[in-house]
């Protein structure tokens, strides 16, 4: 068993810092080795726009750069010894795998590429409703028949076990669907230090690890709101490694030389984000109890994370379904001085009146004043009067498409036929946009089994 | 006397659906019984008047020096469906750091003393 191994943080979602990724392989060493790295590229919206893709063409659905990051560090890789994991397979793992290996035939390098399959239950949704799997809305209690005919996609979240056997089949690079953000980071530690399923402290403990790794360079410095003006070369800034020891303690750090800042309170802030009650993480592997957690700054970008204690994990996996939503539209003027906000709020008026006019039907109009109070709105001193220039942002959604485009044909008029000192208005008339709304529902973990596939090319 | 959170912590939001995630953080720990005692639910309700429609959730984590907040019907039927400019809440961290809680001077000079 290894004393220690080292996991970085290469991607903290779909479209993060290009370059992250190929540094952390590129940075590492003997006296900064990695050992592995995890990329999460899965948001909740984004399985439905990888399914939308894949109706389209069958060989996407995928993250398609994640293969040209995998392409770029496959010879460092091979050279270091460096497995990665990520879920950038989508809804098409088995398609992501081949353009990896179509990248590294041309390279004339052998990998051995792992892919998770069955989180992708769109196809079995009816079999799994006769079954007597409700899969009813887990927020709201709704049934799902209300918007069985509109489902884009449907996935389950699969936690850190599959992974830990594509590991164990030698995989060097493993591709998963809808795996954890968590499950990527705690699956090599399991495969590492042999944590068997029920020691539920150092699951959990693996799995606090992946919260912090999750994000991105959210840990090491990014979006850090204690004194941000201390962070070091955002420019350059480090994404986060954790080096992890068999007995569930680790230690987050970064590469030497890189900018960013790793302290406990970036920690501390990573570790708040996005949790509901801290007693219950809840994931496939386990429940973390958030409330056990220590830190300890050790200096120089190296906090130590420990004590961690964890719950057995729930019968149950989280399913997470799409659906499609009517439609939205929206789109930006911006007024000056003088009485930039009198005329913005006119320019609302007008444009809500003519709407009216013309008969449209929307579920929700909504103005924002950018600039002036659309993020902190009733928190702000700024007296209305004082303000020198606005953004007004117009949104509308709804199920009829012909109002929505309505609203499109109606904005620009506003330039020539409504208050003075406008601008702003480019790139066109606002087109309505699908509305994909998200189902959040539950799943015996009896009714679905995840396939592991590992190959050599 | 007043005192503003921003001076006394610092904070991360983000979205859970419909609902908004909020941790508050003390700066030191000597903050984190301040904030326990006066940051209440009450006080986040109030203070998130017109951008919180649903009620709030508290939690304590002591041993991070914080409070999470679940601030529910807030960011406009959640992140995809959102007409919000913010539909995700992550400047509502920030948000919460303008409040002004009332704390007893002795309380903020002893602790400050300590």
């Known amino acids: 068993m290894k004393s220690k191994i080292r996991i970085a943080s290469g991607q903290g979602f779909w479209g993060d810092l290009p370059i992250a990724p190929i540094e952390q392989i590129k940075l590492a060493s003997a006296s900064s080795p990695v050992d592995y790295m995890m990329m999460d590229y899965l948001a909740e919206v984004t399985m439905s726009i990888m399914q939308k893709q894949k109706l389209r063409d069958p060989k996407t659905g995928y993250a398609r750069d994640l293969v040209e990051v995998i392409d770029t560090v496959l010879p460092d890789i091979v050279d270091k010894n460096i497995k990665i994991i990520t879920n950038g397979g989508g809804v098409n793992p088995e398609a992501c795998r081949d353009a990896i290996f179509a990248a590294a035939r041309k390279r004339g390098i052998k990998i051995k590429v792992g892919v998770v399959l069955g989180d992708n239950i769109l196809d079995s949704i009816d079999e799994l409703l006769a079954g007597g799997n409700k899969l009813a809305n887990m927020e709201t209690g709704e049934s799902l028949n209300d918007v069985r005919d509109r489902v884009l996609s449907a996935n389950v979240y699969f936690g850190a076990w599959p992974v830990v056997e594509a590991l164990r089949q030698g995989a060097q690079i493993v591709i998963t669907g809808r795996t954890t953000d968590t499950g990527l980071t705690l699956a090599p530690m399991i495969h590492e230090f042999g944590w068997s399923e029920n020691d539920w402290d150092k699951i959990s403990a693996g799995t606090v690890a992946g919260h912090i790794l999750e994000c991105g360079a959210q840990s090491s410095g990014g979006n850090f709101s204690a004194d941000w003006k201390k962070v070091k070369d955002f420019t350059n800034i480090g994404f986060p490694i954790a080096e992890a020891y068999p007995n569930g303690e680790f230690i987050i750090t970064k590469h030497p030389k890189t900018g960013g800042l790793v302290s406990r309170q970036t920690v501390a802030e990573q570790l708040l984000y996005e949790i509901g009650d801290p007693r219950e993480y809840i994931t496939p592997d386990c429940i973390a109890d958030f409330t056990s957690i220590h830190l300890e700054d050790l200096g120089r970008d190296r906090v130590k994370v420990f004590g961690i204690k964890g719950r057995p994990a729930t019968d149950f996996y989280k399913v ?12 930006t003027l911006t007024y000056t001085w003088p009485e930039a906000m009198e005329k913005a709020r006119m320019a609302d008026k007008i444009l809500r009146g003519r709407l009216k006019k013309a008969g449209c039907v929307f579920d929700e109009v909504r103005t924002e004043y950018l600039g002036f109070n659309s ?37 620009a008029p506003l330039i020539l036929t409504g208050p003075p000192s406008v601008t702003g208005f480019a790139g066109g008339r606002p087109k309505p946009s699908d509305v994909v709304a998200y189902w959040p529902a539950l799943l015996r973990k009896t009714a679905v089994t995840p396939r592991v596939i590992v190959e050599e090319v | 006397m007043k005192v503003q959170l921003i001076d006394i912590c610092h904070a991360r939001s983000g979205d859970k659906g419909d609902a908004a995630n909020v941790g508050l953080i003390a700066r030191e720990e000597k903050f984190y019984p301040v904030i326990k005692q006066y940051v209440t639910r009450a006080a986040v309700k109030k203070h998130f008047k017109g951008i919180c429609l649903g009620p709030v959730d508290r939690f304590e984590l002591p041993n991070l020096w914080a409070l999470n907040f679940l601030l529910h019907n807030t960011l406009g039927g959640g992140g995809t469906v959102s007409l919000k400019h913010d539909a995700q809440g992550k400047t509502l961290a920030a948000a919460l750091l303008r409040m002004e809680i009332d704390v007893p001077a002795a309380l903020m000079k002893k602790k400050k003393a300590k």
């Not at chain 1, 659906?323 to 789109?331: H, I, K, L, R, V």
């Not at chain 1, 928190?379 to 309505?406: H, N």
């Open chain 1, 375 to 411: 993020c902190h709105a009733g928190l702000t001193p700024t007296k209305e009067a004082k303000v020198q220039e606005v953004v007004v942002k117009f949104g509308v959604r709804g199920k009829d498409k012909k109002s929505i485009e309505e609203f499109g044909r109606n904005l």
């Open chain 1, 320 to 331: 997470s379904m799409s659906y499609n939503d009517g439609f939205s539209a929206s789109g």
